[in-house]
């Protein structure tokens, strides 16, 4: 098995994560660092460590769902001590991390998983999971910004794919307007900075679907774990 597929699926972090610290020398194999992710591992025979942990299959996989709040990092650990989102899922399993990321202030639907084949599905691009969005931002956009957004507009990561973008609601001062936005990308900070290029910065963010996977009335700041039919349809 590939080196960063054995240490993604015992539970330690997504795929994506474990390459990262496979090339900042952060792997061992038998002792000796690893530094190319792709190095084949005999498991139960070769000793793997990451971070100078030893590596150990698991033996159970756990898949849930966080109503994210406002004011929680999403990251495993903070090295100023803020709030993360692991603070939210402190009682269960060590082996947790989130599966993608939500900023500082966005709201919203987050998944939590220990196993590896199913972040890395649902974070390639290749896969095009789409994401639902409800955006609140300053102002009311015209139909002209409303349709550049649709076509894709030029962040500092680069030109945006095409959006589905829809209007929901103004506010009677038109201060304020609704929007739902339905992406499949995962570039940073990404629908804040598609609405600030057409000049109206979003107010609240907040993710209500992943897949066919939605938020519903879970409690702010509440979890649940995934049905087995709900991690089918994700992971298929």
Do not use: C
């Not at 100078?52 to 698991?58: D, H, Y």
């Not at 570039?187 to 939605?214: E, S, T, W």
């Amino acid at each position: 098995m590939r080196l960063e597929k054995y240490i993604a699926t015992s539970g330690i972090a997504s795929r994506r994560s474990v390459k990262k610290s496979i090339q900042a020398g952060f792997v061992t194999v038998n002792g000796e660092p690893v530094l190319v992710p792709g190095h084949p591992v005999n498991i139960g025979i070769d000793a793997v460590e990451f971070e100078g942990k030893r590596v150990e299959p698991l033996s159970e996989h756990i898949y849930l769902m966080l109503n994210k709040p406002a004011g929680y990092l999403t990251t495993r650990r903070d090295e100023r001590r803020r709030p993360t989102v692991m603070d939210l899922v402190a009682d269960l399993s060590d082996t947790l991390y989130p599966v993608g990321r939500l900023d500082l202030e966005t709201e919203g639907l987050l998944l939590f998983t220990n196993d590896g084949d199913f972040a890395y599905r649902l974070l390639h691009p290749s896969h095009e999971v789409e994401k639902i969005y409800l955006v609140w931002v300053k102002g009311v956009p015209s139909d002209d910004a409303v349709q550049r957004l649709r076509q894709g507009v030029t962040i500092p990561s680069g030109t945006t794919a095409p959006a589905k973008v829809k209007r929901l609601k103004v506010s009677k001062d038109s201060a304020t307007t609704k929007f739902e936005i339905v992406i499949h990308e995962g570039k940073k900070r990404q629908v804040r900075l598609m609405f600030k290029a057409v000049g109206h910065p979003v107010i609240r963010l907040k993710r209500v679907r992943i897949g066919n996977l939605r938020l519903g009335n879970l409690p702010s700041g509440g979890y649940r774990f995934l049905t087995s039919a709900e991690i089918s349809e994700l992971m298929p």
